[in-house]
């Protein structure tokens, strides 16, 4: 079982839609987790970061954590088409006092005008 | 603020070439970590370099070295290129947190390799 899974997509939406992105992890010592979001051809950009369970709002993004089920979620309203991309899951790796990140495959968005 | 940088934006190569990429930490940042990204995959740790020595490496072969120099800049050295190496090298930096870790990792715009 891979440690992070993430649905590729592509998912397509009207433009105004509510979006819901998700990813599942395998190990429950985790506690850092991420959402980033890659234009085609540039680097990953970090949208939001969350600790532990619960939920963090910022602006139309909001992402949840769902720690008894290994379930981390990303939702976003009022799609624009600015939002098309790919969005990345990522979650931190602790290894002594480094960390790095595991990646999901990321889900292919297109937000249709 | 400038962000993380890296360098060259693409470059070609030949199987069983060396090729070093290189990359610029945020401002304030002391730590430096790469990814691998295949086409159409998620980003795959290779190795994080602070204090100018790698401290944790991914499931990588040694031909993939790096180097952290006293201004927190660093370099991947890939030898011997294989198709399979083919790929957007990312750069990410952050800071660590006494006691705490490293914290958020900032990418840069990546460097396309293409191996022929």
């Known amino acids: 079982q891979k440690e992070v899974e993430q649905d590729p997509g592509p998912l397509s939406v009207p433009e105004g839609a509510i979006v819901s992105l998700n990813c599942t992890y395998s190990n429950s010592a985790f506690q850092y987790f991420m959402w980033y979001r890659q234009y085609s051809r540039k680097g990953p950009e970090l949208l939001m970061y969350?600790?532990?369970?619960g939920n963090k709002e910022d602006g139309r993004f909001t992402a949840q954590v769902d720690k008894s089920s290994k379930y981390i979620s990303l939702f976003i309203r009022d799609s624009q088409p600015s939002d098309s991309a790919t969005y990345l899951c990522a979650i931190m790796n602790y290894g002594g006092s480094q960390g790095n990140l595991i990646f999901g495959k990321g889900t292919k968005l297109s937000v249709k005008p | 603020d400038a962000g993380v940088t890296q360098s060259p934006t693409h470059l070609i190569k030949t199987r069983g070439q060396q090729v070093t990429l290189r990359c610029s930490p945020k401002?304030?940042?002391?730590?430096v970590s790469w990814y691998q990204q295949a086409l159409g995959q998620g980003p795959q740790f290779i190795f994080q370099?602070?204090?100018?020595?790698?401290?944790q490496r991914g499931n990588f072969p040694d031909r993939f070295s790096g180097h952290q120099y006293p201004n927190y800049s660093s370099e991947l050295n890939v030898n011997a290129l294989l198709l399979g190496d083919s790929a957007l090298y990312l750069c990410a930096s952050s800071l660590v947190l006494a006691g705490w870790g490293t914290d958020t990792q900032y990418f840069g715009p990546g460097t396309r390799l293409t191996v022929l």
């Open positions: 370099y602070y204090e100018e020595e790698e401290r």
């Open positions: 401002s304030g940042h002391d730590t």
């Open positions: 969350t600790y532990s369970s």
